[in-house]
């Protein structure tokens, strides 16, 4: 039962693990325990990831792993993923071993183009507003300076600036449209930043225009906000071969044939997509995470891209033409190598060291291709053997844990499985078995 509290966040790290260990468990001790499990001796490190978040009181475990044997543009890439999910790792690096041995990845950016919007209600004079707009940008921009003069250093910062009329969907609703190039920063902050200073100046500085009378209250600002639609931060990752050499691989005779038609109906079919594009995302966000990456953001903003034709579709898509199949992923993007926790998160910045600490642009590329591999080991099991296979497979170990079996009870059923079909029931039956003839 759900209790209340005020000032929880004022709290000693202490006192509020004692406070839910004593207010929501019946065996307080072993709540506080497990908790507490989960620290780090190394107080600094602890402290480090207390400070994340707020009202931390332990560390969440997620496995870091990684897909080794991956070519991507010729360089070679051993990817560090973070996933709870058994055969996620698997699937991805024989996907990747399979297609270095074909030539490996192709991946490219297409943008790298991030928005922002102040949405604004103005119930006046249209001509006027978009009039005091045309006056106004350029001091939007010179506003901006303090916040944007690193990033124009790096190459980037505010692209273009326009006002849109949204009044027909909503009375007297403008947008202030931004576009940024934010360089190797995913830039929300850097972008909201902006946004933030922009909605201030176009509020504030209406005094100065004169061909119209603006006050400053016929302006209300809604909101100033990064948007995480990004269809303009897009990267392309594909890979390609005879169809012969891929059906021999996979010996099978129409496996090409069977993939083309496996994605097509994720493209025709929505319930199908998002199974698909969940796939996808397996490999993705393992990257996301690992880089210290929003996988939120990413996961909202590829999902409305999938939509972007008015339907919910697979992200891949896949053909054979003249005797060649080629199977490719277009994705938004928006990903960054520095900033955030990048260069704070220990583990973060040593996945982006094994990556060779790279530039936003080529870690798209990276992330693009693993999603394609990861799409490409799924649909590979579900037109030959069949998804539980391979993942009951690694999820075996799993179900083990869960019966809380011995090591050498594993052994042996690891051992049994080999060739026989993994469940629940049957491994509960076989360890059950193993047990009795253990007694004898
Ligand atoms: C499971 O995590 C992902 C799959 O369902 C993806 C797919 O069906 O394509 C295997």
């Not at 480090?48 to 010729?74: C, G, K, M, Q």
């Not at 490996?104 to 006027?128: L, N, P």
């Not at 506003?143 to 007297?172: A, C, H, P, Q, Y």
Request: glycine content about 6%.
């Amino acid at each position: 039962m759900s209790k209340e509290i005020n000032g929880f966040s004022k709290l000693s790290k202490e006192e509020k693990i004692n406070w839910i260990a004593d207010n929501f468990f019946t065996n307080s001790p072993t709540a506080k325990r497990i908790l507490k499990q989960y620290w780090n001796e190394d107080e600094k490190l602890q402290k480090l990831h207390d400070e994340f978040s707020e009202n931390t009181l332990s560390n969440f475990y997620l496995p870091f792993s990684i897909a080794p044997n991956f070519l991507i543009n010729e360089k070679k890439y051993s990817i560090p993923m973070v996933i709870e999910e058994s055969s996620v790792i698997a699937a991805a690096s024989k996907s990747a071993k399979l297609w270095f041995d074909l030539g490996g990845f192709k991946s490219k950016v297409i943008s790298k183009i991030k928005t922002g919007q102040v949405h604004f209600i103005y119930t006046g004079d249209e001509v006027a507003i978009t009039s005091y707009f045309n006056y106004i940008k350029s001091i939007l921009i010179q506003d901006t300076k303090t916040i944007t003069s690193n990033m124009e250093k790096r190459g980037g910062g505010i692209v273009d600036i326009s006002l849109i009329d949204k009044t027909l969907d909503m009375k007297g609703y403008y947008q202030i449209n931004v576009s940024f190039d934010t360089i190797d920063a995913m830039g929300a902050n850097f972008i909201n930043s902006c946004l933030e200073q922009i909605s201030k100046s176009f509020r504030n500085k209406t005094d100065g225009f004169k061909e119209f009378i603006i006050k400053s209250n016929d302006i209300k600002i809604i909101m100033s906000i990064v948007s995480n639609y990004v269809p303009d931060c897009l990267v392309k990752a594909e890979v390609s071969c005879k169809v012969e050499e891929l059906n021999k691989k996979e010996d099978f005779n129409d496996f090409c044939g069977k993939f083309v038609q496996a994605v097509k109906i994720a493209e025709l079919d929505t319930y199908r997509a998002v199974t698909h594009n969940k796939g996808i995302m397996n490999g993705i966000d393992a990257v996301a995470i690992a880089t210290g990456n929003d996988f939120r953001a990413i996961e909202a903003g590829i999902h409305a891209y999938a939509s972007k034709d008015g339907k919910y579709k697979s992200l891949s898509h896949a053909k054979i033409e003249k005797g060649i199949f080629c199977f490719s992923i277009e994705i938004p993007l928006a990903l960054g190598t520095i900033g955030g926790i990048t260069n704070l998160h220990p583990l973060v910045k040593l996945a982006l060291n094994m990556l060779d600490n790279p530039k936003a642009e080529e870690l798209m590329e990276i992330t693009a291709a693993v999603g394609l591999a990861q799409n490409y080991s799924a649909l590979r099991s579900l037109i030959t053997s069949g998804i539980q296979q391979g993942h009951m497979k690694m999820h075996l170990i799993n179900i083990l844990n869960s019966l809380e079996v011995s090591e050498s009870e594993k052994r042996s059923a690891v051992e049994y499985f080999k060739d026989e079909i993994v469940n629940n029931n049957n491994v509960q039956s076989f360890i059950t078995k193993l047990r009795k003839s253990n007694e004898i």
